[in-house]
């Protein structure tokens, strides 16, 4: 049997050694930038800091009961952790001088070549990242980023989705994830459901280079370019649909065409789930949080998202209500797609 403790000693573990990478990372950019920005008070850090202890008390639980397995989780190779940190330090100075003159347009010539065809709300440094989404080494940085902005937690929550889809859904059938990205969320999918096809689709043809190479021992997924707001897939193709954190970086129309798009390809009785960003007010405590965000990264959509409750989007653009839950700094909205009455028969 999985001890519970022993799992949640690590997972509290890791977050520390990310929390201490993240101190270096705030200097460099306190230095460079000149922000007049302060940091968190002491309640709010320790607000933080509770839901994040939660946060790991919720997964060493659902691994001890088998809602996903161990090996769905993140075990870095300390050495390949060790290199892949000191490039983050690096990339962070070049992060830290496009904050300060708010550059969001940075891109090499391969990268801005990659730009041509792309959407424009979509070719921009997202959180002033070098080349945006739009190199491989932005990819292979990407999550080691991620992990120390959520201090060891981004893994953590991207795995919410789990239960939800263990719940809903059985292990078959073809699956559709949208912007899979490097496949940070799609690994621990792969693990957990070994008999469902996967189909990952996303935007960067760089980042699914990079999430291809890392997954390339499983043999049930299949990769695709393409864009969420359009899909190239009949009506009803997949039994269940699943994103994590591509939202918030949408405008509200490009929002409202993902759901719109991956309602149609869903089958009747299959499952939708997003995971995202908190709203304002589903965790009143962590408020500041979502303020101060958009204040240090450029994420030009955010304040919309904030204000555009994903209940509600689901709502109107399919006309079934959802459900929600919360994990530290990300929200989980779910609905099951109505049986029509020739599928019932």
Not at 77 to 100: K, Q, T, Y
Not at 322 to 329: E, G, K, N
Request: aromatic share 12%; hydrophobic share 35%; with cysteine.
């Amino acid at each position: 049997m999985i001890n519970r403790k022993l799992i949640q000693g690590f997972s509290i573990a890791r977050s520390g050694v990310y929390f201490l990478e993240s101190i270096p990372l705030q200097l460099v950019n306190r230095w460079l930038t000149k922000s007049k920005l302060q940091p968190p008070n002491e309640e709010q850090a320790k607000s933080a800091w509770i839901h994040l202890y939660e946060l790991h008390k919720i997964e060493s639980e659902n691994i001890a009961q088998g809602v996903y397995p161990l090996s769905a989780l993140d075990f870095e190779n300390p050495i390949a952790h060790a290199r892949s940190f000191f490039e983050v330090l690096r990339d962070g100075f070049r992060v830290a001088w496009r904050m300060r003159n708010n550059q969001t347009k940075d891109f090499d010539s391969q990268s801005e070549q990659l730009r041509q065809g792309l959407p424009q709300y979509y070719t921009r440094n997202f959180h002033f990242q070098t080349d945006g989404y739009l190199s491989e080494p932005s990819a292979r940085r990407y999550d080691h980023q991620v992990e120390i902005l959520f201090t060891g937690a981004a893994g953590a929550m991207r795995r919410m989705i789990l239960p939800v889809l263990k719940l809903h859904t059985q292990d078959q059938g073809q699956w559709l994830e949208l912007a899979c990205g490097a496949g940070s969320a799609t690994r621990p999918v792969l693990e957990t459901f070994t008999k469902a096809k996967i189909t990952a689709l996303d935007l960067s043809s760089p980042y699914l280079k990079v999430a291809q190479e890392k997954l390339r021992n499983y043999p049930n997924i299949d990769f695709i370019q393409g864009d969420a707001t359009n899909l190239d897939f009949k009506n009803e193709t997949f039994s269940a649909v699943y994103c994590v954190y591509l939202l918030h970086e949408l405008p509200r129309r490009e929002r409202e065409k993902v759901i719109q798009e991956a309602y149609r390809v869903l089958k009747p009785g299959g499952l939708l789930v997003f995971a995202d960003s908190l709203q304002t007010g589903d965790e009143s405590s962590l408020d500041w949080a979502l303020e101060r965000f958009p204040k240090v990264y450029h994420e030009p959509f955010y304040k919309d998202y904030l204000s555009d409750k994903l209940e509600d989007l689901f709502q109107r653009v399919t006309g079934v209500a959802s459900q929600i839950q919360h994990a530290l700094f990300t929200k989980v909205v779910w609905l099951k797609k109505p049986l029509t009455p020739e599928s019932n028969d």
